[in-house]
């Protein structure tokens, strides 16, 4: 799913763009993919927000078998208020599995920045990268919730991307 307002100066701005199911050419399925950015001003507080949220991605089941993650989301705010302006990041993975080709699945836990999971012969998932760039002029806030490095491929994924800016001197 993907989304841009073209002006970021006017608070009330809301667009959305949901996606029931697509798929990753070569790598697998995304479901219930959705995209909201929306612009607020609130109490002194002029925002930027994305969000973006995916219920579930599957890898290209492999004779090694597939992996599964669910409930993944990622957030950027880009903000500005009397102390100047502010970018934050969040990022949230709900569930990770494989599946084998026989035998029942299993859990892993989340990802960490200092620790991937990695599935032997099938794939490899980090945390997300978060960038956030705040000046007297500017933020800009930038979220991966993960990225997949598909073994067998070669190929490498990066899942529910977010992206928020605010700047000054547009009318």
Not at 25 to 30: E, R, S, V, Y
Not at 35 to 60: E, K, P, Y
Not at 62 to 91: P, Y
Request: proline residues 6%.
């Amino acid at each position: 799913g993907w989304r841009a307002i073209g002006c970021t100066n006017q608070a009330g701005r809301n667009r959305t763009n949901n996606v029931g199911e697509t798929t990753l050419p070569g790598l697998g399925t995304a479901s219930n993919v959705k995209t909201h950015l929306w612009t607020t001003s609130h109490n002194g507080v002029v925002a930027s927000h994305s969000l973006h949220r995916i219920g579930q991605v599957t890898l290209v089941q492999t004779g090694l078998g597939s992996v599964s993650m669910s409930a993944i989301t990622s957030r950027a705010t880009a903000s500005h208020d009397d102390s100047g302006f502010h970018a934050t990041t969040t990022t949230h993975l709900g569930g990770l599995s494989f599946t084998p080709p026989v035998g029942p699945a299993q859990s892993f836990p989340a990802p960490t920045p200092d620790q991937p999971v990695t599935i032997p012969g099938v794939a490899t998932i980090y945390a997300g990268q978060h960038t956030t760039r705040e000046s007297a002029t500017g933020s800009a806030a930038d979220a991966f919730a993960l990225r997949v490095d598909v073994i067998p491929t070669g190929s490498h994924l990066k899942v529910a991307h977010s992206h928020a800016e605010l700047s000054s001197g547009m009318t």
